[in-house]
């Protein structure tokens, strides 16, 4: 039997929630009426963006419930498999404006630099959680998260995706002010 857990219920932010619903019920409202003209019944955008609201409602549930203490264990995985999504977006993505980021199958369109985003971040996360930023005392220290921002963003260049490629690489850099490298190096003592 699913338990719900009371805290969960009793710590959860009822106003910021009614206000994403008051959103989305006006944006969809808007969009209905904008497309209202282009045929008889529900629009091909509308259908689109009610599935859309679908998946993220489902994806905003299991966030939610589930501890996300446990996405430690598969952050390597989760990272992976955005990046083969992203890049699956160089072979399978249409071309729009020039640059080739999203993937659309039938009335389904993903845009694979979303999804790497949180990978990423949750990827870092585990990163810092393994490597505290107060063990970071060299500029080099930081190659590795270096590395696993680089990655993705490269691969977002590589669609001609500039915006996506700098909001990217500005969300992985968002952690660098909590490492606190020291501007000079340490002096290590001296060999006798």
Not at 78 to 88: D, E, I, K, M, P
Request: proline letters at 6%; hydrophobic letters at 50%; charged letters at 15%.
């Amino acid at each position: 039997m699913l338990r719900v857990d009371r805290g969960l219920v009793q710590n959860f932010d009822w106003r910021v929630f009614g206000l994403v619903g008051l959103l989305l019920g006006m944006g969809l409202l808007n969009l209905s009426s904008a497309t209202a003209a282009e045929s008889a019944g529900m629009s091909p955008e509308m259908r689109r963006q009610l599935l859309a609201v679908g998946v993220g409602a489902a994806v905003f549930v299991v966030a939610v419930v589930v501890d996300y203490r446990r996405l430690e264990r598969f952050a390597p995985l989760l990272y992976l498999g955005s990046l083969v999504l992203l890049a699956s977006t160089l072979v399978f993505g249409q071309e729009v404006g020039g640059n080739r980021s999203w993937l659309v199958y039938g009335p389904l369109r993903l845009q694979p630099a979303e999804f790497s985003k949180v990978a990423m971040i949750v990827v870092l996360a585990r990163y810092f959680h393994r490597h505290p930023p107060s063990e970071i005392e060299r500029l080099r220290d930081l190659a590795m998260p270096g590395l696993l921002i680089g990655i993705p963003v490269g691969v977002i260049l590589l669609q001609r995706d500039m915006g996506v490629a700098l909001l990217t690489l500005l969300v992985g850099c968002t952690y660098l002010p909590f490492t606190r490298i020291p501007l000079r190096s340490p002096q290590r003592p001296a060999r006798s």
